[in-house]
């Protein structure tokens, strides 16, 4: 399958992830890691980390300059958002792909709020204020892998708000900066398993070796 290269390099970590499925899933849904992180401090480490071991492990270095990943065949840029890319017969194919990178990020705090479900309860409480109460995840898995020899996250999940229903597959990477992939798609768009093999090309690039790094068209 063709693909083209992209650089993750700094865009804003904003909030914005447009999913318009026959005018629905069109809100703020993608969760940045220093929201995550933030709603780990104030419910998570401050019970269950001590303050000096969360700190020894922020300090661990990796030394990364950017995230690189494979998108598939027919995913072009957002002219409106930074940092995402819409399928070409978007709107009637309403699947996305949207990245952020994010700074400072608690790497620690990010984990607990993963393991403890606080991503889970804030993810739908965010669906839930941009689509309504009836909004609800029914189905949800989260499980900590590694990527270029950092901790990430591999997140799943489904929402559903009346007969409509939105999957969504998140990676974050926790190097110096927190690299959020987070792919989107309408139900019936049946992209998972393109996005599973762009998933896999994730990579990590580190300073040292950024000169040599080359991103083709």
């Given at each position: 399958m063709k693909k083209k290269t992209i650089a993750v390099l700094a865009a804003a970590a904003g909030l914005t992830?447009?999913?318009?499925?026959?005018?629905?899933?069109?809100?703020d849904t993608v969760m940045a890691a220093e929201e995550i992180a933030a709603l780990a401090d104030s419910t998570v480490l401050q019970s269950t980390v001590n303050a000096e071991l969360a700190a020894v492990h922020k300090n661990i270095i990796y030394?990364?300059?950017?995230?690189t990943l494979m998108l598939p065949v027919g995913y072009v840029a957002s002219e409106e958002t930074p940092?995402?890319?819409l399928s070409e017969r978007h709107p009637v194919d309403s699947s996305n792909i949207y990245y952020t990178v994010s700074e400072n990020v608690d790497?620690?705090?990010?984990e607990e709020a993963v393991d403890s479900g606080e991503y889970r309860e804030a993810a739908e409480?965010?669906?839930?204020?941009a689509y309504g109460e009836e909004a609800k995840i029914t189905a949800y898995s989260a499980e900590k892998g590694?990527?270029?020899g950092c901790p990430s996250y591999?997140?799943?999940?489904?929402?559903?708000?009346?007969?409509?229903?939105?999957?969504?597959?998140?990676?974050?990477?926790?190097?110096?900066?927190?690299?959020?992939?987070?792919?989107?798609?309408?139900?019936d768009d049946e992209k998972m398993e393109e996005f599973?093999?762009?998933?896999?090309?994730?990579r990590v690039v580190f300073k040292e070796e950024a000169e040599t790094v080359t991103v083709q068209p």
């Open positions: 992830a447009v999913l318009a499925a026959g005018g629905m899933f069109a809100a030394d990364d300059a950017s995230c940092g995402m890319y790497r620690r705090g990010l409480r965010k669906f839930k204020e590694e990527i270029s591999k997140i799943e999940l489904s929402c559903k708000v009346g007969d409509m229903q939105m999957d969504q597959l998140v990676y974050m990477i926790a190097a110096d900066h927190v690299y959020t992939i987070t792919y989107s798609q309408s139900a599973e093999e762009s998933a896999e090309t994730i």
